[in-house]
Nanobody, 125 residues
Framework: QLQLVESGGGLVQPGGSLRLSCTPS????????IAWFRQVPEKEREGVSCMSAADSSTYYSDSVKGRFTISRDVANNTVYLQMNNLEPEDTAVYYC??????????????????WGQGTKVTVSS
């Protein structure tokens, strides 16, 4: 069972920044693609970003492109999501997930079987 732990959420004003962390429990990220999704109440989980473990390719949704950056810290076995210029519409619970292999499957929710517990991000003045 692949387990992930997210951290770094909180309350931030519009235009501010946060960095989310995704750390695996009991395995290394070398062989697993990691994706970030977010979810607001009564809506389906929405893909935000993904990093492939095969070639470190990165993918972003149109809504966050240019503002969010996904990265991998091999030494700390952690994937980060740097979120800049945050907007109220970014308010959500953010989850990291993995498909269990090296590839990103776009933002096809059905391909991601393993998730963390989520970390809440609130963008408000």
């Amino acid at each position: 069972q692949l387990q992930l732990v997210e951290s770094g959420g909180g309350l931030v004003q519009p235009g501010g920044s946060l960095r989310l962390s995704c750390t695996p429990s009991g395995f290394t990220l070398d062989y697993y693609a990691i994706a970030w999704f977010r979810q607001v109440p009564e809506k389906e989980r929405e893909g935000v970003s993904c990093m492939s473990a095969a070639d470190s390719s990165t993918y972003y949704s149109d809504s966050v492109k240019g503002r969010f950056t996904i990265s991998r810290d091999v030494a700390n076995n952690t994937v980060y999501l740097q979120m800049n210029n945050l907007e109220p519409e970014d308010t959500a619970v953010y989850y990291c997930g993995t498909s269990g292999d090296t590839r990103c499957y776009g933002f096809d929710l059905t391909q991601y079987d393993y998730w963390g517990q989520g970390t809440k991000v609130t963008v408000s003045s």
